[in-house]
């Protein structure tokens, strides 16, 4: 294949389930999109998250939609090995975020097992911004599926779709 030089577009891949996306994973696009010149928001299939509350178009529409403004990110879908995409577009980095040690292991092992299938393709950690530490996109479809309040999780265009699909019906709270 073609191999990375300094005269290419640097496009990175900020890739997860984003189910749905949050505050914390906008946090990490924007500060990749200020250092590559590319950043492509990558939806995948994580088989041992199969049971998703929102689908694949879903996932990408919302993407979209907070991410509008970010001129150089767009959203893509792939289901299949992260590194054969990251081929395929030509990209030089993995972006993640990293939120405590409990994320280390789990992303240390990806990055390992990226960097087999694909030796060209670096992953770069991003620290979470420490407003972001505790969220995740189960914490927000904990909450929501209570009827909590997510506005502090989520993008405000998203609030009343997410909350729609989770939200307990009236009257049919899990514990009525
Ligand atoms: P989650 O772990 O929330 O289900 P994904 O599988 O969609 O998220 O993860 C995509 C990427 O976003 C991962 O690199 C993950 O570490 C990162 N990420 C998720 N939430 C945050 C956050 N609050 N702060 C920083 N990074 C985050």
Redesign the pocket.
């Known amino acids: 294949g073609k191999g990375l030089n300094h005269m290419e577009k640097r496009i990175a891949i900020?890739?997860?389930?984003?189910?749905p996306i949050?505050k914390?994973?906008l946090?990490?696009i924007r500060r990749a999109a200020n250092l590559f010149d590319e950043v492509i928001v990558l939806i995948m299939v994580?088989y041992t998250?199969t049971n998703t509350a929102f689908t694949a178009a879903e996932r990408v529409e919302m993407a979209r939609r907070v991410t509008a403004d970010i001129p150089n990110v767009r959203v893509d879908y792939y289901a299949g090995l992260l590194a054969d995409y990251a081929r395929q577009q030509g990209a030089c980095t993995l972006v993640?975020?990293?939120?405590a040690v409990t994320?280390f292991e789990y992303?240390f092992q990806m990055a390992l097992t990226n960097k087999k299938l694909y030796p060209n393709l670096e992953t770069l950690f991003l620290t979470?911004?420490i407003q972001?530490?505790y969220?995740?996109?189960?914490v927000v479809r904990q909450v929501a599926s209570f009827g909590g309040d997510i506005s502090e999780f989520v993008c405000p265009e998203l609030l009343e779709d997410i909350q729609k699909r989770l939200a307990p019906a009236p009257g049919v709270l899990p514990n009525a």
């Open positions: 900020c890739p997860g389930s984003f189910d949050t914390g994973h946090d990490i994580n998250k993640k975020g990293l939120r994320d992303e979470t911004d972001y530490m969220l995740s996109s189960s």
